[in-house]
């Protein structure tokens, strides 16, 4: 809802976009990957980190912005259904990945919940005032949690760092185009 409104203010989101991407990349680069290297070893971390960001560079690239900050005209392009689709992957992998970080690399663990839920507010807004339909943006984000209760389930095993180390892809990839997006003159409202 307040994504919305805040259409009508684009200076907020000149702010968060590019503090949330910086946070995102900060946390990759600095705190998940290093701790990733030293627990599963970095032939495989870095294969697997190209991976997470070459997947979403494709989607992105041939389906549809993974990225709801970084195409600030989807709505004028009726892209609304698979932007929310994309954000509901999005937030179940943000879930998953906030719980198996608590459990698989406990010293990046509060910095990852940290950038994840600053995260979460410049993606909510901007999937707010891209698509302006305030339900289905919180039913798309409500996967955050059942990608939490899967990481529940799941994470005690010895092969959540695979996945992780994709997660960490996937944070570079956003954190990159929420930077580039905020480097780029905006365009003109309509």
């Given at each position: ?147 939490a209760a899967t990481g529940l389930w799941l994470t005690p095993a010895n092969w959540v760092g695979y ?28």
């Amino acid at each position: 809802m307040a994504g919305a409104y805040l259409t009508r203010s684009p200076g907020v989101s000149k702010i968060l976009v590019p503090v949330s991407g910086g946070f995102l990349l900060l946390v990759a680069i600095f705190g998940l990957i290093p701790e990733l290297i030293d627990d599963i070893g970095w032939l495989r971390t870095l294969p697997l980190v190209a991976v997470g960001s070459g997947l979403l560079i494709l989607l992105d690239r041939y389906a549809f912005p993974v990225c709801a900050s970084c195409d600030h005209h989807a709505h004028l392009r009726g892209i609304a259904g698979p932007l929310l689709i994309a954000t509901a992957i999005h937030a179940f992998a943000d879930g998953w990945g906030l719980v198996a970080v608590q459990s698989f690399a406990p010293k990046a663990g509060q910095i990852v919940a940290v950038a994840i839920l600053i995260h979460k507010i410049p993606e909510g807004l901007a999937l707010g005032s891209i698509t302006r339909m305030p339900v289905w943006c919180i039913a798309a984000e409500l996967f955050t949690l059942a990608g939490a209760a899967t990481g529940l389930w799941l994470t005690p095993a010895n092969w959540v760092g695979y996945p992780l180390a994709i997660a960490a892809g996937t944070f570079l990839f956003l954190g990159v185009q929420a930077l580039r997006t905020a480097m780029t003159p905006a365009y003109p409202t309509p």
